[in-house]
């Protein structure tokens, strides 16, 4: 069983910053991607940013610039770091792992959401 623990979210001002981390852990053989969506109410989850495990990371042309996501393999952890925070980026941000378990079942996982809310 593989777990996804996400943390980070919270209030911030306009212009602020954030970093959301998410840690998976269980029964794991390898990671093949990680990374971030997000969805605002009232619209569809969308994608924000991803880590490939070769290294490879994409963004979301609305975030370019100012998020970065990385990665700490030994902990199996991916990181959003959100800078010039403004209120459309307010949503629900969900880690996605995909990876292979010991057994070499391959899994996509969510982890359970973080609000980010940016507001005066």
């Known amino acids: 069983q593989v777990q996804l623990v996400e943390s980070g979210g919270g209030l911030v001002q306009p212009g602020g910053s954030l970093r959301l981390s998410c840690v998976a852990s269980?029964?794991?053989?390898?990671?093949?991607?990680m990374g971030w969506y997000r969805q605002a109410p009232g619209k569809q989850r969308e994608l924000v940013a991803l880590s490939s495990r070769g290294g490879s990371t994409n963004y979301a042309d609305f975030v370019k610039g100012r998020f970065t996501i990385s990665r700490d393999n030994a902990k199996n952890t991916v990181y959003l770091q959100m800078n010039s925070l403004n209120p459309d980026d307010t949503a629900v941000y969900y880690c996605?792992?995909?990876?292979?378990?010991?057994?070499?079942?391959?899994?996509?996982?969510w982890g359970q959401g973080t609000l980010v809310t940016v507001s005066a």
């Open positions: 996605n792992v995909v990876l292979a378990t010991t057994t070499l079942a391959y899994l996509e996982l």
């Open positions: 269980g029964d794991i053989f390898s990671i093949t991607s």
